[in-house]
T-cell receptor, first 116, second 114 residues
């Protein structure tokens, strides 16, 4: 059974700081890993999708890496801004046949606060 | 391009009632998944449909059911509501198989059971 853990649960940083959010998963047979952002009371916004064959993906100030062998992914946010304040969630889908690869297993998220 | 549309946005129901939530995926997307989000349990997978067939189901009681129509729109139904069913219900769509294309989520339906 896949378990996804995100550390830290909450993070508060001053504006302009570079930061790293961590995600670990127990089953290395993942097919892809997706990072999402969730604002209070809202749905999920997809940030980055990393296929299992990839090592990293970049979008603007965001960079996500994936290391299947160690069961880890990181989301790097450069030059953080108050508008980046949100909960960040990582989710993994499993490799293989059958129903297991038709769902995402989510971590509990990291609540990020960027202070002006 | 329109995103994933969930209706209604908010619902208040009484214990014992039933409720139906609707999800319209992005045009051309054939896979629709449903998730429940609560403060205690986080996001949990309910079920996934592709071409009107349920391909996977999470660990939820039989009171939770769903279906998908030929136009890929999906509905989920919860019967005999319990207080613990209060949650944000999120729908996600994917072009085909989610692991290749990733998932796009809707804004959710906030269900409150009183």
């Amino acid at each position: 059974k896949q378990e996804v853990t995100q550390i830290p649960a909450a993070l508060s940083v001053p504006e302009g700081e570079n930061l790293v959010l961590n995600c670990s998963f127990t089953d290395s047979a993942i097919y892809n890993l997706q990072w999402f952002r969730q604002d209070p009371g809202k749905g999920l916004t997809s940030l980055l999708l990393i296929q299992s064959s990839q090592r990293e993906q970049t979008s603007g100030r965001l960079n996500a890496s994936l290391d299947k062998s160690s069961g880890r992914s990181t989301l790097y946010i450069a030059a953080s801004q108050p508008g980046d304040s949100a909960t960040y969630l990582c989710a993994a889908s499993l490799e293989g046949s059958g129903g297991s690869n038709y769902k995402l297993t989510f971590g509990k998220g990291t609540l990020l606060t960027v202070n002006p | 391009k329109a995103g994933v549309t969930q209706t209604p946005r908010y619902l208040i129901k009484t214990r014992g009632q039933q409720v139906t939530l609707s999800c319209s995926p992005i045009s051309g997307h054939r896979s629709v998944s449903w998730y429940q989000q609560t403060p205690g349990q986080g996001l949990q997978f309910l079920f996934e449909y592709f071409s009107e067939t349920q391909r996977n189901k999470g660990n939820f009681p039989g009171r939770f059911s769903g279906r998908q129509f030929s136009n890929s729109r999906s509905e989920m139904n919860v019967s005999t509501l319990e207080l613990g069913d209060s949650a944000l219900y999120l729908c996600a769509s994917s072009l085909a198989t989610g692991w290749t294309y990733g998932y796009t989520f809707g804004s959710g339906t906030r269900l409150t059971v009183v």
